[in-house]
Structure formats: structure tokens, C-alpha cells
């Protein structure tokens, strides 16, 4: 009896436009208060063994700012803890990233859903937006923070993260998990973004096991644009939040999750940063596009606009355009 037709591998560009759809699976929302830490989990409506982030809310945020993009994570079958503390004026990044330690050891211990839906406590990352990025890499490097044991996460996101405090790069250097950072092509070196600073350094002090790290910039994406608002568009199916933005980050988010701690290879381009997916490109890490002096566009100054060269362009020459779409 003949066997099973493999299945052609789908295109990058073809798996960011399905992860960007909701998932196959019912969502449930739960509170994590009832276990003692302020916050909410998203689930799966079933399944046991399933891949879990905790995510960190950006600063002075509240976690329902995220609710659709947590409960799209869910959908593709993915935990999801958001801590709520954390979020007055004087917050705390290595606090705020004890809190997802702390979340995230929650739904690896306790059965969620209806006691049927557990956690595989070796299928776990962290995510953030923000201050919450910054947070997620702090919880990600090895040491104790305010009592909470460091955690053997398989992947780490950090979705447009915010320079924090002096701790944050040094913290950046010793972690060991695979990393996804997320920008905007304005947005990589600036007064309330590091996006670059920090993909250049992850990972640095681990040497030749240092783990893999990409930094992607969406087409125009903006930090801004991730967070939903509720108004009267909810009622036509609206977060409020920018569509391209938004869009765009909860099927790379969801890519590499999925390869990352569930190991499907089937998304392993997202953890690629050789690889473009559709219309959202990879940094260079080692030759990244021109940055606008901090100072400058702190009083206003409009970022430089690269002309396209004359003729084709040579094979070896870095960054003569900096594009903002990628065909």
C-alpha cells in the first residue's frame, strides 16, 4: 500500500499570511490570581504537554492591551501568562521580570482550563513589548531575581524593547536561548528603543555556544501600533491597534514559538535570519542600516532618506538601499 504524499513545504511569505489568521484551537482566559500573582493566562480550550510563554505587558500598560495577540498565541495551541504587576510610573524591569518567572512557573505546576490542559515545563519561553521586552531578556539571562530561580527557556521575543536600566544589556550577553527581536527601521537605536544594541550583543559572552538571534523590522511597524484599544470599532471586529503592525508580529511571534519550543521544523525559518519572510526582513547584524544620531532625533530631525543607486546593484555592496517594503 503506497504511503502518504509528502506535503510540499510552504513559502515563508505563505506561512506568515496563515499564522497571521487565528489558530484551529477554542481559547480559554483565566486569572492568575486565584494561584496568588496578579495577572491572566490565555489556553487552548485542551491539550496536555503544550508550549507556554510568560509575556511582559510594556510600560505602564495594562495585559488586556494584549488580550487579542495573547489570545492568538493561544489559538495556535500556546500558553500564555501576562503578570499585571508592574506598572506604575516607577516600575521595575527586574522585578516586573520575576513576575514572569514566577507566571511561568505557575502554569508548568497547576493543571489550567478545567484540570485537563497542562504545561511541558521544557517547552517554555519568555515575550514582552517594550519594558516588558527589556523584562522578558532580564528573566531569560541565568541568576536568581527576587527569589525566583532562573528558568531553562527555549526561546526569548523582545517586540520593540525599550532601553531600561544598566542591567539590561549585561543581561542581554549571557542569554543562551534563541532570540526574535522585533523593531522598526527608525525605531533600532533610539531614545526609547535598543533594539540593536541588543541583538548585537545577545548572547555575546557564551562565545562559539552563543544561541542564534534575529532582529526584524515589518514594514511600517511601529511600537506604538501593537497596542490595542478598545472603542466602538471593537464592534466590527477592530483592536484598535495597527492592522500592518499587528498583523505582522503575532505570525512572526507565533512562527517562532512554535519552532522554538514545540521544535517544529516546519517554521524554522522564523528563527532564520538569513531567511525573508514575505515582506519582513532580517538586520545585518554586522553591517546594519545607517542610524539617526540619538540627540538629533530627540529635537526633531527627520531621518535620512538613502537614494537607490543608478545602475545594479553589485553583489557585494551591504546596504545600498534600506527599503521600506521588501517585494
Same mark, same amino acid.
Given at each position: 500500500?503506497?504511503?502518504?504524499?509528502?506535503?510540499?513545504?510552504?513559502?515563508?511569505?505563505?506561512?506568515?499570511?496563515?499564522?497571521?489568521?487565528?489558530?484551529?484551537?477554542?481559547?480559554?482566559?483565566?486569572?492568575?490570581?486565584?494561584?496568588?500573582?496578579?495577572?491572566?493566562?490565555?489556553?487552548?480550550?485542551?491539550?496536555?504537554?503544550?508550549? %507556554?510563554?510568560?509575556?511582559?505587558?510594556?510600560?505602564?500598560?495594562?495585559?488586556?492591551?494584549?488580550?487579542?495577540?495573547?489570545?492568538?498565541?493561544?489559538?495556535?495551541?500556546?500558553?500564555?501568562?501576562?503578570?499585571?504587576?508592574?506598572?506604575?510610573?516607577?516600575?521595575?524591569?527586574?522585578?516586573?521580570?520575576?513576575?514572569?518567572?514566577?507566571?511561568?512557573?505557575?502554569?508548568?505546576?497547576?493543571?489550567?482550563?478545567?484540570?485537563?490542559?497542562?504545561?511541558?515545563?521544557?517547552?517554555?519561553?519568555?515575550?514582552?513589548?517594550?519594558?516588558?521586552? #527589556?523584562?522578558?531578556?532580564?528573566?531569560?539571562?541565568?541568576?536568581?531575581?527576587?527569589?525566583?530561580?532562573?528558568?531553562?527557556?527555549?526561546?526569548?521575543?523582545?517586540?520593540?524593547?525599550?532601553?531600561?536600566?544598566?542591567?539590561?544589556?549585561?543581561?542581554?550577553?549571557?542569554?543562551?536561548?534563541?532570540?526574535?527581536?522585533?523593531? %522598526?527601521?527608525?525605531?533600532?537605536?533610539?531614545?526609547?528603543?535598543?533594539?540593536?544594541?541588543? #541583538?548585537?550583543?545577545?548572547?555575546?559572552?557564551?562565545?562559539?555556544?552563543?544561541?542564534?538571534?534575529?532582529?526584524?523590522?515589518?514594514?511600517? #511597524?511601529?511600537?506604538?501600533?501593537?497596542?490595542?484599544?478598545?472603542?466602538?470599532?471593537?464592534?466590527?471586529?477592530?483592536?484598535?491597534?495597527d492592522k500592518k503592525t499587528h498583523s505582522a508580529v503575532r505570525a512572526m511571534l507565533t512562527g517562532f514559538f512554535l519552532h522554538t519550543l514545540d521544535e517544529?521544523?516546519?517554521?524554522?525559518?522564523?528563527?532564520?535570519?538569513?531567511?525573508?519572510?514575505?515582506?519582513?526582513?532580517?538586520?545585518?547584524?554586522?553591517?546594519?542600516?545607517?542610524?539617526?544620531?540619538?540627540?538629533?532625533?530627540?529635537?526633531?530631525?527627520?531621518?535620512?532618506?538613502?537614494?537607490?543607486?543608478?545602475?545594479?546593484?553589485?553583489?557585494?555592496?551591504?546596504?545600498?538601499?534600506?527599503?521600506?517594503?521588501?517585494?
Amino acid at each position: 500500500m503506497p504511503g502518504k504524499k509528502r506535503q510540499k513545504p510552504q513559502s515563508p511569505a505563505k506561512l506568515m499570511s496563515a499564522l497571521a489568521r487565528r489558530g484551529p484551537h477554542r481559547v480559554l482566559r483565566g486569572d492568575l490570581g486565584i494561584v496568588g500573582t496578579p495577572g491572566v493566562v490565555y489556553t487552548p480550550a485542551g491539550g496536555s504537554r503544550l508550549p %507556554a510563554i510568560a509575556f511582559g505587558h510594556g510600560w505602564m500598560t495594562s495585559p488586556d492591551r494584549y488580550k487579542d495577540l495573547c489570545q492568538h498565541l493561544a489559538s495556535w495551541g500556546i500558553v500564555v501568562a501576562v503578570p499585571a504587576g508592574q506598572r506604575g510610573v516607577l516600575a521595575s524591569d527586574d522585578a516586573l521580570a520575576a513576575d514572569l518567572r514566577s507566571a511561568l512557573s505557575i502554569v508548568t505546576r497547576v493543571p489550567l482550563g478545567f484540570g485537563d490542559i497542562t504545561v511541558d515545563p521544557r517547552k517554555i519561553g519568555f515575550a514582552g513589548h517594550g519594558f516588558g521586552g #527589556a523584562a522578558a531578556i532580564i528573566a531569560a539571562a541565568p541568576g536568581r531575581l527576587h527569589g525566583q530561580d532562573h528558568l531553562p527557556v527555549r526561546g526569548v521575543a523582545a517586540l520593540f524593547p525599550a532601553p531600561t536600566t544598566a542591567a539590561l544589556l549585561p543581561a542581554a550577553r549571557r542569554v543562551a536561548a534563541p532570540g526574535l527581536l522585533v523593531s %522598526a527601521i527608525g525605531e533600532l537605536d533610539s531614545i526609547d528603543s535598543n533594539a540593536l544594541p541588543l #541583538a548585537q550583543t545577545y548572547g555575546s559572552d557564551l562565545g562559539d555556544d552563543s544561541a542564534p538571534v534575529v532582529l526584524r523590522i515589518p514594514p511600517a #511597524a511601529s511600537s506604538r501600533g501593537l497596542v490595542e484599544h478598545r472603542s466602538i470599532k471593537a464592534l466590527l471586529g477592530s483592536n484598535g491597534a495597527d492592522k500592518k503592525t499587528h498583523s505582522a508580529v503575532r505570525a512572526m511571534l507565533t512562527g517562532f514559538f512554535l519552532h522554538t519550543l514545540d521544535e517544529d521544523e516546519q517554521y524554522a525559518a522564523f528563527a532564520d535570519a538569513d531567511t525573508v519572510l514575505g515582506k519582513v526582513p532580517a538586520v545585518d547584524l554586522d553591517d546594519p542600516p545607517e542610524i539617526q544620531d540619538k540627540i538629533a532625533k530627540l529635537l526633531g530631525a527627520k531621518e535620512r532618506k538613502r537614494r537607490r543607486a543608478a545602475g545594479p546593484v553589485p553583489a557585494g555592496a551591504p546596504n545600498v538601499v534600506v527599503p521600506d517594503t521588501i517585494e
